[in-house]
């Protein structure tokens, strides 16, 4: 009895023992803060999805306006940024609620249900709820919710914008609508625009970064107020996380950063939409003639059509020598720094070195397109790669080849770049989203301008047959005149 009595006490003794040395590492265990967790790990975890205005691969490097304020953000806690794909919208909810990503960003409003549930950041930008629809002549815009009267509506499943329409319904009971769960903003866009539905809902912030590329689509009957986007995460008891990202929200360089990227991401004028014959007239007359002799030594030294380099200089920057684009790019081939230092060009303002190195670059872009293509073909690929990436051109012919069509033909080809800005087209293939219609756009561009130019070198041609004599000719056809003009070789 003694002995059992004993060995009780050495047992209880040896528990106490642990317990002293067990405490304090529970206790700094339960001490450290959540961003001293995430900096322990190394990494921040982001949730987003592939989309044009959140995350996606552009020439094979990633891009987009979350993207990179989520890499400022996890530079300024000194960890390295790992992305989250989230394969439906719906779904970037469950991943913050487990936990299994620290933030969410992905173009989020921040509304009362979502505050019941979440904490948001800062916002970023303020955004509303709108109506979208087709102009089609002969019908009126909507002007109030009684014209969506038997017409389609039909929005993104759990989205801000299903509690928008709901608080309108208790107003207007026979407002009604269709959740789809697999259609993204774009395929929603696309649908209005080919008028397969008649509205859409859309945050006007998305709307104004992709409305130019679906011309007669239109916004209309606002439904909300302004509204905050902000990142979302779960509430945690020591705030760590939430002061970390109000410190970073409120420096200047955060919102400088968020200006360049609203104009880099959020502003895109899809310039390759229309094409004025009158200001590329005025370009020839003015900007053209002190280029020409640059675009005939280009050709002269990779053999690609001087014709060709200039209607695709005249795309990338309107012969302006001076040209610089929110991303960084620059000269009349508009030339990464990148790209430039590969080619050998060491200013890019400099119009000369710039068409050399941009016919360089190209030179080396259409040897990545396989032999068995013609060669007209071969150019309008190479064009499509100069302008997307090689990597997502050879999505887009995976695509159409699985469709039964030609993936060595451009007038196939070209119908499927535009899915790779649809998930269930793009998440079949390697590189995922690309912004697919800029390509088919930028060809088709280049494709006018080269007419135009030919034209005037026809012009040009048709004059000097008529024995005109300089004093009768322009400055531009002079300069021409002066040009070798071989047949353009495609």
Not at 309 to 322: F, G
Request: proline share 6%.
């Amino acid at each position: 009895m003694l002995f059992d009595l004993k060995r009780k006490k050495d047992v209880v003794h040896v528990i106490g023992i642990m317990i002293l040395l067990i405490t304090p590492a529970i206790l700094s265990y339960n001490s450290k803060t959540e961003l001293q967790a995430i900096r322990e790990s190394g990494s921040l975890k982001f949730v987003t999805r592939n989309t044009p205005s959140t995350y996606f691969l552009e020439k094979g490097d990633p891009a987009g306006f979350e993207y990179e304020l989520a890499q400022a953000f996890a530079s300024f806690i000194n960890v390295k940024l790992e992305v989250v794909l989230a394969p439906k919208f719906s779904e970037i909810f469950t991943i913050i609620k487990n936990r299994d990503a620290h933030l969410a960003g992905a173009n989020l409003t921040v509304t009362p249900q979502r505050l019941e549930q979440f904490a948001f950041a800062p916002p970023y930008l303020q955004t509303s709820s709108a109506l979208i629809y087709r102009i089609t002549q002969g019908r009126p815009a909507p002007k109030t919710l009684d014209d969506l009267k038997g017409r389609t509506l039909v929005v993104p499943a759990n989205s801000s914008h299903i509690e928008a329409l709901q608080t309108l319904k208790a107003g207007n009971p026979e407002l009604t609508w269709t959740e789809s769960p697999d259609s993204s903003t774009i395929d929603l866009l696309e649908q209005v625009h080919k008028r397969t539905i008649d509205f859409t809902v859309m945050d006007t912030v998305t709307y104004e970064s992709h409305s130019s590329y679906f011309p007669g689509v239109n916004k209309s009957i606002p439904l909300t107020e302004p509204q905050p986007l902000a990142w979302m995460y779960s509430p945690h008891p020591d705030n760590s996380l939430k002061l970390a990202l109000e410190r970073f929200f409120q420096k200047p360089e955060t919102e400088q950063l968020i200006e360049r990227l609203k104009i880099k991401y959020l502003q895109r004028e899809n310039r390759l939409n229309f094409f004025d014959t009158v200001t590329f007239r005025k370009q020839m007359e003015e900007r053209f003639p002190l280029l020409a002799p640059y675009f005939h030594d280009a050709e002269a030294e990779t053999g690609i059509d001087w014709q060709l380099l200039a209607a695709i200089a005249y795309q990338e920057s309107h012969w302006n020598s001076k040209a610089v684009s929110p991303t960084g790019v620059r000269g009349v081939m508009m030339l990464t720094k990148a790209t430039a230092k590969e080619v050998g060009v060491t200013d890019r303002t400099d119009a000369e070195q710039s068409i050399r190195g941009g016919a360089r670059y190209f030179q080396k872009v259409i040897k990545k397109i396989p032999e068995r293509v013609r060669q007209e073909d071969k150019i309008w690929f190479a064009l499509a790669s100069y302008n997307v990436g090689f990597g997502h051109l050879e999505d887009a012919r995976i695509l159409t080849q699985r469709a039964g069509k030609d993936p060595n033909r451009w007038d196939h080809v070209r119908e499927f770049l535009p899915l790779l800005t649809k998930a269930r087209y793009y998440k079949t293939v390697k590189r995922g989203y690309a912004r697919g219609y800029e390509p088919v756009i930028y060809v088709k561009n280049i494709q006018r301008y080269l007419e135009l130019i030919r034209w005037e070198v026809q012009l040009r041609q048709m004059r000097e047959a008529q024995h005109l004599t300089p004093r009768e000719m322009t400055e531009s056809e002079k300069k021409l005149s002066k040009l070798k003009t071989p047949p353009l070789a495609l």
